[in-house]
């Protein structure tokens, strides 16, 4: 079962032609994936200033479908699946929010690595990460 995260388009996330910048998708997103790590009980500052694990994202793509603007809800469907024992990928469906069955607004898709921070080498994901992924997986 893929998490659900509901966020209003703001002007902020807009370009100079009125249209949300793809950046700021990708960052729309990122608060989704912390949204579900939350909703399973990972604390944010403890993850994101672990001394021991780091999990950055090494890769990243967005599609867009149709043009999103300024006060557009939208609702992200956030699907993580494991790659490997150190790496997964999240997909991420967004669509409006008033027709979540109709053919998404954008797909994007970010791919993320465990790491030992310190010597900046790979390490198996920890156990909280690996049930997030369980939780959220179809």
Not at 33 to 42: N, P, Q, V
Not at 116 to 130: F, S
Request: proline residues 8%; negative net charge; hydrophobic residues 45%.
């Amino acid at each position: 079962m893929s998490f659900s995260y509901s966020r209003t388009i703001r002007f902020a996330d807009t370009d100079a032609a009125g249209v949300v910048y793809f950046a700021n998708l990708l960052s729309i997103c990122h608060e989704a994936y912390e949204a579900s790590l939350m909703a399973t009980g990972i604390e944010l500052h403890t993850f994101f200033n672990n001394p021991r694990v780091a999990i950055p994202i090494v890769h990243a793509n967005i599609d867009f479908f149709q043009p999103l603007f300024c006060g557009d809800e939208v609702a992200i469907a956030l699907t993580p699946q494991s790659l490997s024992g150190d790496r997964f990928e999240i997909i991420y469906l967004i669509q409006a929010a008033s027709m979540p069955t109709e053919r998404p607004l954008a797909k994007a898709r970010t791919e993320h690595v465990s790491i030992d921070p310190q010597p900046r080498i790979r390490q198996p994901l920890p156990p909280a990460m690996i049930h997030w992924i369980e939780s959220w997986s179809d």
